[in-house]
């Protein structure tokens, strides 16, 4: 049996057959559901829950918060029996914001509670270019392993990654939970914009819980998932996002 995603789905969200189609190449299978299905939808037939990109409910009140509510009412505490039983969520962009509005990133406390903000971007406006990240080979998360530095696309306006506290980010540090930092061309950590370009704290892009199932990042592996999506580094063997799926697909294996 293949893995099964669900792909969520609301009004503003615009990358879930993006993922869907990067679920499937990875070996998956996948199923785009609307929010409000969730009340009916039997979260045992699926190993993983992705929260896609976009801009749900136009982002009114701040990116995700209308979405979060919604979820909130809908299915938080399944997905923390969903998550207890050893299977794998993944919010990108608008997801990420989500899944740190409902505390279940990064969680350090194990309470589900709220422990950081994505603010607007430093710059001041919404970025959309490419950026180059590293992952932390020490992290316990399932989605990166073995992959060391990774090319994707950013388009976000609050991805300004800041931890609630000095207390919050040294939990973070000693659980191996920041997963991705933004670097430049030779590897190297930056805040320099326009590397790092939304001034997240510590060049965070990515971030997991203690678990290392649940996974949050700025950047979109849905939109690299072929080598040519990205001229830049095209090549035949290139490490594109794809791999981020597969590392989900493989886990169940």
Same mark, same amino acid.
């Given at each position: 049996?293949?893995?099964?995603?669900?792909?969520?789905?609301?009004?503003?969200?615009?990358?879930?057959?993006?993922?869907?189609?990067?679920?499937?190449?990875?070996?998956?299978?996948?199923?785009?559901?609307?929010?409000?299905?969730?009340?009916?939808? =039997?979260?045992?037939?699926?190993?993983?829950?992705?929260?896609?990109?976009?801009?749900?409910?136009?982002?009114?009140?701040?990116?995700?918060?209308?979405?979060?509510?919604?979820?909130?009412?809908?299915?938080?505490?399944?997905?923390?029996?969903?998550?207890?039983?050893?299977?794998?969520?993944?919010?990108?962009?608008?997801?990420?914001?989500?899944?740190?509005?409902?505390?279940? $990133?990064?969680?350090? $406390?194990?309470? !589900?509670?709220?422990?950081?903000?994505?603010?607007?971007?430093?710059?001041?406006?919404?970025?959309?270019?490419?950026?180059?990240? =590293?992952?932390?080979?020490?992290?316990?998360?399932?989605?990166?392993?073995?992959?060391?530095?990774?090319?994707?696309?950013?388009?976000?306006?609050?991805?300004?990654?800041?931890?609630?506290?000095?207390?919050?980010?040294?939990?973070?540090?000693?659980? !191996?939970?920041?997963? $991705?930092?933004?670097?430049?061309?030779?590897?190297?950590?930056?805040?320099?914009?326009?590397? !790092?370009?939304?001034?997240?704290?510590?060049?965070?892009?990515?971030?997991?819980?203690?678990?290392?199932?649940?996974?949050?990042?700025?950047?979109?592996?849905?939109?690299?998932?072929?080598?040519?999506?990205?001229?830049?580094?095209?090549?035949?063997?290139?490490?594109?996002?794809?791999?981020?799926?597969?590392?989900?697909?493989?886990?169940?294996?």
């Amino acid at each position: 049996m293949k893995p099964k995603a669900a792909i969520l789905f609301t009004s503003g969200t615009n990358c879930d057959y993006e993922t869907a189609l990067a679920f499937n190449l990875a070996g998956g299978s996948s199923e785009i559901v609307l929010t409000k299905e969730l009340k009916s939808k =039997k979260l045992k037939d699926y190993q993983v829950i992705i929260i896609p990109g976009g801009f749900s409910y136009g982002d009114h009140f701040g990116s995700a918060t209308i979405w979060a509510n919604e979820l909130k009412t809908v299915f938080q505490d399944r997905v923390s029996k969903f998550i207890d039983e050893g299977k794998l969520v993944l919010g990108v962009c608008n997801g990420f914001q989500v899944l740190v509005k409902l505390g279940f $990133l990064p969680n350090t $406390l194990k309470r !589900n509670d709220p422990e950081s903000v994505l603010a607007n971007n430093s710059s001041g406006k919404f970025e959309s270019r490419w950026v180059k990240v =590293k992952v932390n080979a020490k992290s316990p998360l399932v989605f990166t392993k073995d992959i060391d530095i990774l090319d994707m696309p950013v388009a976000h306006g609050e991805g300004n990654f800041m931890p609630k506290d000095i207390k919050t980010f040294g939990e973070m540090i000693k659980n !191996n939970q920041i997963v $991705l930092q933004y670097v430049d061309n030779s590897g190297f950590t930056t805040s320099e914009y326009p590397r !790092n370009p939304s001034g997240s704290f510590a060049a965070i892009a990515g971030i997991c819980d203690t678990t290392g199932r649940v996974f949050g990042l700025m950047p979109h592996p849905e939109r690299f998932i072929f080598p040519n999506q990205n001229i830049k580094s095209y090549r035949q063997n290139a490490v594109t996002g794809l791999s981020i799926y597969k590392n989900a697909v493989d886990y169940f294996k």
